[in-house]
């Protein structure tokens, strides 16, 4: 899987959109982006995913540069719920082995 | 729908005793497996990753190794537990096909203790 850098920490008040950027430079035409969170004491839940064009959920919105060197993750209206570790990774749908690396991600604190 | 299945939940281990943690998935067929382990307020490392029965790779040598005796069962074991081996233990798993994108379902871990 190829590489991607996040922030190691960001923060935001209650009820702000919050926008956690990722860069994937080295991303291949096969990557998928995935979005991951961690929850205290949990482990990951997926969040979203997306190859070229933006995408929208129940739990947030992503965002694709055009290039597709850069993502980022979008949650509309932050809860204190929503403070976590998110994980970008690239996910190549190519390869025939799985091997799945998760970098230390950004850790998100929410301000009430 | 599919689940997956890891006990115990919480586990105290005297250093040099051995170790048997359990993962089970339902629902689906043929799953990539994975462990990975998470020390306190760090990310996740990748233990092992296995593709079918019987196949195993190792990503971090260690007095760890995993087994995968049935498609949807993956074992971690330790035949002498060591302090470092404290951490959080997550099972996964996966599908590698274009519907399921390959999206990661992680169990709820293993939160283990060696003294």
């Known amino acids: ?27 291949s035409g096969t990557d998928y982006i995935h979005w991951y969170r961690q929850l205290p004491s949990q482990g990951p839940e ?4 997306g190859l070229t064009s933006n995408v929208n959920n129940r739990m947030a919105s992503l965002a694709i540069a055009e290039d597709r060197k850069s993502s980022t993750l979008i949650l509309h209206r932050a809860t204190l719920r929503d403070a976590a570790v998110y994980y970008c990774i690239l996910r190549d749908m190519k390869t025939s082995y799985d091997k799945v690396i998760f970098g230390p991600g950004t850790s998100l604190s929410v301000i009430p | 729908s599919q689940t997956i299945h890891q006990w115990p939940a919480t586990l105290v281990q005297p250093v040099g005793s051995p170790l048997s943690l359990e993962c089970t998935v339902e629902g689906t067929s043929n799953p990539n497996l994975y462990w990975y382990r998470q020390a306190a307020g760090r990310g996740l490392q990748l233990l092992f990753y296995s593709v079918g029965i019987g196949q195993i790779s190792s990503e971090v040598p260690q007095n760890l190794s995993a087994s995968r005796p049935q498609d949807r069962q993956f074992i971690l074991s330790s035949k002498k537990l060591l302090l470092s081996d404290s951490g959080f233990y997550l099972c996964a798993w996966s599908v590698m096909d274009r519907i399921a994108k390959n999206i990661q379902y992680f169990g709820a871990g293993t939160r283990l203790s060696v003294l």
Request: overall charge negative; charged content about 20%.
């Open chain 1, 1 to 27: 899987d190829a590489k991607t850098t996040q922030p190691n920490s960001m923060e935001s008040n209650e009820e702000e959109p919050v926008h956690l950027p990722c860069n994937h430079s080295t991303i």
């Open chain 1, 46 to 49: 997926y969040v979203i995913h």
